[in-house]
């Protein structure tokens, strides 16, 4: 199963902010960001994962629609208990 670890990081269109892309084996992927004017902790700029320890997460389906609302200050095992509950 994936999980946190198996996110792809790139710099954020927000400056100072990262995102992480996962897609999931059925299709869904989640989008992981963190930085400024985010729901993440620290809510500063940061260039890796391991400047925050809170990330906004959302989930998108097949269609690229927005499943449910982004869920704001996850920690990294909230993000993978959101992984397990998508990836079914």
Known sequence: MKTFKDINWK????????????????????????????????????????????????????DGKFIGDPRGWQTRTKVDEIIKEFNK
């Open 11 to 62: 710099a954020h269109g927000i400056k100072g902010a990262i995102q992480g892309l996962l897609m999931l084996e059925n299709g869904i992927e989640l989008s992981v960001v963190a930085g400024p004017g985010l729901y993440s902790l620290p809510r500063e700029a940061g260039k890796s994962p391991d400047d925050f320890n809170k990330f906004e997460v959302a989930v998108i389906d097949k």
